[in-house]
C-alpha cells in the first residue's frame, strides 16, 4: 500500500539556521509532490509545489527538493525565524483518475528557538 | 475576501446523536473535500466530491455522510455509527484540474 513517511519526532534548532525536513513515499509514483505549513488549531497553509521532473524550487526561504530515484524530498527553511514555527505537512500527488485527493503524510513539528 | 467557511468552530455532541459541520466556499471551486485529523496525526480523507451531486468514499467514510446539492457547499454529517467522532474537521477545495488545496479553518468535534 502507499505509504508516506515524516519524521514524528520535532526538530528543534536555533534561529539563523538552517532547518531541514524529510518526506520518504514508498508504492507511489507521483507526479507532484506539496508541502503545507500547518499552525496549531488551523487548517493547513500551501507553501510550494514541485513536479516530477523538476529538481529544486525555491521560494523566498523555502526550497523544496524532489528526488524520485530515492523517492524523497527534503523541505528546507534558510535563516529560519521563530515564526516558522509550526507543522508542516507533505504530500505526493499523482496524476490517475482512480483518486482524485491528495494524501499527506503526518507532518513534521518544527521549533525555532530565539 | 474568497475562501472557505466552516461552521461551527467548535461543537460538542453527546453519544448517539449526529451532527452536520457546514462547509461554504466562494471561491468557485469545483472539487471538495473532508479530512479527519486526529492529534499528532496526519489528514485522513473522508469524502470528496468532483461536481454537484457526486462524491466519492475516502479511506475512513464510514460513520460519516455528505451531501454535494450547490456548488458552493459541501456538509459533513457525522453520524452515531461513527464510533470515536472526536477529532479536527478540515474542509478543503480545489479548481478543476488544480492540484492545490485551500483549507478552511477546521471545525473540532468533541463527544462528550
New interface residues.
Given amino acids: 500500500s502507499q505509504k ?1 513517511e ?1 519524521n ?1 519526532e520535532a526538530l528543534n534548532i536555533q534561529e539563523g539556521k538552517t532547518a531541514t525536513l524529510t518526506c520518504n513515499y514508498t508504492n507511489y509514483s507521483p507526479a ?1 509532490l ?1 508541502w ?1 505549513r500547518q499552525d496549531p ?6 507553501l510550494l ?1 514541485i513536479r516530477e521532473n523538476e529538481k529544486e524550487k525555491r521560494k523566498e526561504r523555502l526550497k523544496v527538493t524532489f528526488d524520485t530515484t530515492l523517492k524523497q524530498s527534503l523541505f528546507h527553511i534558510t535563516a529560519s525565524q521563530p515564526a516558522d514555527s509550526a507543522t508542516y ?1 507533505c504530500a505526493p ?1 499523482a496524476m490517475d483518475t482512480g483518486r ?8 513534521t513539528r518544527l521549533q525555532v528557538q530565539p | 475576501d474568497g475562501g ?1 467557511t466552516q461552521s461551527p468552530k467548535y461543537l460538542f455532541r453527546k453519544e448517539g446523536q449526529n451532527v452536520t459541520l457546514s462547509c461554504e466556499q466562494n471561491l468557485n471551486h469545483d ?1 471538495m ?1 473532508w ?1 479527519r485529523q486526529d492529534p ?4 485522513r ?1 473522508i469524502y ?1 466530491s ?1 461536481i454537484v451531486n457526486d462524491f466519492q468514499k ?1 479511506d475512513i467514510a464510514e460513520g460519516y455522510s455528505v451531501s454535494r446539492e450547490k456548488k458552493e457547499s459541501f456538509p459533513l454529517t457525522v453520524t452515531s455509527a461513527q464510533k470515536n467522532p472526536t477529532a ?1 474537521y ?1 474542509c ?1 477545495s480545489t479548481r478543476s484540474g488544480a ?8 471545525s ?1 468535534l468533541t463527544v462528550l
Fill in positions: 508516506i515524516q514524528s507532484y506539496q503545507y488549531g488551523r487548517g493547513p497553509v500551501f509545489l505537512l500527488g482524485r485527493a491528495l494524501t499527506f503524510g503526518s507532518g | 472557505i472539487a473535500y479530512y499528532g496525526q496526519g489528514l480523507l470528496y468532483q475516502g479536527f478540515l478543503a492540484n492545490v488545496l485551500t483549507f478552511g479553518a477546521g473540532r
